[in-house]
């Protein structure tokens, strides 16, 4: 008896794909990235799935074939759902979610109606409709919502800035928008001023949601000023970080693990400005480095490590000697990525372990 198949529409095919590039953390482009996928779920789940059905359902564009209902079974168990249909229950809740707003999914041709709005500076009525989002709307919302906010300001001909104005406060804003599609390549024009709408009123000694915040918006601006050459921001910006919050690691025991790494990871910019490589401070970083990869799980584990090779990239010789090091002592943090990315550049090695999602929703070629 022949196993039964399911005809997928595109919208579950490509929202099943972005699902499971998620589970990865990396995009899948090519027949190698398919047959780690092969290796990976039959070492999770001990069922197979080949190279070339997987190439055959993500990449092969002539494809029209319908999967087995076996082959979906998988892979949602894969990505942790009981079976497909618990999956594709899920899927079409969000697609239902997205419609609200006239979102269209992975759409190349055609513009939703929230980034009309955002182009069209028509803000008052995409004011009142974010507006009824609180806090507690559930995380994948926040990330439909906060992808396609950064997709309609990235490609925004206005400068932004009258939207940062009116909606930096918007809980969905904050937390869908500046908080998990967080934009340290500031491809958004004006990001900055965004960035310092977000800091008003906030009070890093309050609560530790405020440190955290207050860490996370100050630590981006902190790179982009160091990299961009601008000393004296560099030493403001620093000086309130490090001298005058001066936060130690037990202050920042509750403070999620990117802006954690970020806060020490990024004083090695501040002492280039301000006085110069401080090696004391390297080697209390490092130490502090691998006692948190110890305790870390495989997403903090690639956050930990991106965010102290990314910093690197000021001392190239020694940021490429890290990475080895690193690789070498944690290879179960590399080895659920691809064999390839070794031949690459380091740059581009770094962008497979990049948590941050305006990175990997933003389609950055790899």
Not at 7 to 31: G, Q, V
Not at 213 to 221: E, N, P, R, S, V
Request: charged share 25%; net charge neutral; aromatic share 16%.
């Amino acid at each position: 008896m022949p196993k039964p198949k399911y005809k997928i529409s595109d919208y579950l095919l490509a929202s099943l794909k972005s699902k499971l590039e998620e589970k990865l953390s990396f995009r899948i482009f090519s027949k190698l990235d398919c047959k780690k996928i092969s290796e990976l779920i039959q070492e999770k789940s001990e069922e197979t799935i080949s190279e070339s059905t997987l190439y055959r359902l993500f990449i092969w564009g002539e494809n029209k074939n319908s999967p087995y209902i076996h082959t979906l079974d998988v892979l949602a168990q894969f990505i942790d759902y009981k079976d497909w249909f618990s999956l594709e229950k899920n899927l079409n809740h969000m697609g239902e979610f997205q419609s609200l707003y006239s979102g269209i999914f992975n759409s190349q041709e055609y513009k939703s109606l929230l980034n009309f709005n955002i182009h069209n500076n028509s803000l008052k009525p995409l004011y009142n409709f974010l507006d009824q989002f609180t806090s507690d709307l559930a995380f994948d919302k926040k990330v439909i919502l906060g992808k396609d906010i950064y997709n309609g300001l990235r490609t925004n001909p206005n400068d932004n800035i009258e939207f940062f104005k009116q909606f930096h406060s918007l809980p969905i804003i904050r937390q869908g928008f500046f908080e998990i599609l967080a934009d340290p390549e500031f491809s958004i024009l004006n990001y900055e001023v965004g960035l310092k709408f977000y800091l008003k009123n906030l009070k890093p000694h309050e609560s530790s949601k405020a440190l955290q915040d207050y860490i996370f918006a100050q630590t981006i601006l902190l790179r982009h000023y160091f990299l961009k050459g601008e000393k004296e921001q560099v030493i403001t910006i620093g000086k309130s970080l490090y001298l005058e919050l001066a936060a130690t690691k037990e202050d920042l025991f509750d403070v999620y693990i990117f802006p954690k790494m970020r806060y020490f990871c990024y004083r090695l910019f501040f002492n280039e400005v301000n006085s110069e490589f401080n090696s004391d401070y390297f080697d209390w970083l490092m130490d502090y480095i691998h006692k948190e990869l110890a305790v870390s799980d495989n997403i903090e584990s690639r956050i930990i490590i991106h965010t102290i090779c990314d910093t690197l990239q000021i001392y190239p010789t020694l940021q490429v000697k890290i990475f080895n090091l690193l690789h070498l002592r944690y290879p179960l943090v590399f080895s659920k990525l691809p064999s390839y990315i070794f031949k690459l550049p380091i740059n581009k090695r770094l962008r497979f372990l990049d948590q941050n999602a305006s990175t990997f929703f933003g389609a950055v070629d790899l």
